[in-house]
T-cell receptor
């Protein structure tokens, strides 16, 4: 049990729709990162938020966006969903920058049909 | 960020010691080596982290030779519940660095009775 909570656990959306995924970070952690994990692959870094500001982004298009709130919880928004967006979306929280010890949630399984 | 190479899969039996080796030839001076474990449909879980020589915790040991171009995760006396994917990552620990984690495809460890 990492203390990182993601919702919903599963979601089915239609191509072209928009989706919002949510993450509550572990208490005291001010950094949240989002990852996309396709079947059979390792997680791919989407972006990171540190104290409500985006702090690094992976190779994902602008239709992937996010927010971090004052309580350090976070949202991942994906617009104009494509079939290839079907994946497990993972949220990880950590204490500050410069540490590779991150605590992951259980993930949200997104299926785009 | 240094790229890592590890075996795609390994088989073992209950009670055996398992050693998973990771190659990271381009590791930088400020990079630390971190291992994560992931069970199906769950987020990765931090196992161990080190910079050089040997690190041991209640779960595993991490051996890093002097040139730091490889590392070995050692799991003592594995059980069926250790069946999982194991990821080796290297990352910059300096303050202010974006701690995005670069995952490869990992090593699928299958433990048999």
């Amino acid at each position: 049990e990492t203390g990182v909570t993601q919702s919903p656990t599963h979601l089915i959306k239609t191509r072209g729709q928009q989706v919002t995924l949510r993450c509550s970070s572990q208490s005291g952690h001010n950094t949240v990162s989002w990852y996309q994990q396709a079947l059979g692959q390792g997680p791919q870094f989407i972006f990171q938020y540190y104290r409500e500001e985006e702090n690094g982004r992976g190779n994902f298009p602008p239709r992937f966006s996010g927010l971090q709130f004052p309580n350090y919880s976070s949202e991942l928004n994906v617009n104009a969903l494509e079939l290839d967006d079907s994946a497990l979306y993972l949220c990880a929280s950590s204490l500050g920058q410069g540490t590779t010890e991150a605590f992951f949630g259980q993930g949200t399984r997104l299926t785009v049909v | 960020l240094a790229k890592t190479t590890q075996p795609i899969s390994m088989d073992s039996y209950e009670g055996q010691e398992v050693n998973i080796t990771c190659s990271h030839n381009n590791i930088a001076t400020n990079d630390y080596i971190t291992w994560y474990q992931q069970f199906p449909s769950q987020g990765p879980r931090f196992i161990i982290q080190g910079y050089k020589t040997k690190v041991t915790n209640e779960v595993a040991s991490l051996f890093i030779p002097a040139d730091r171009k490889s590392s070995t995760l050692s799991l003592p006396r594995v059980s069926l519940s250790d069946t999982a994917v194991y990821y080796c990552l290297v990352g910059d620990m300096r303050g202010g660095a974006t701690n995005k984690l670069i995952f490869g495809t990992g090593t699928l460890l299958a433990v048999q009775p």
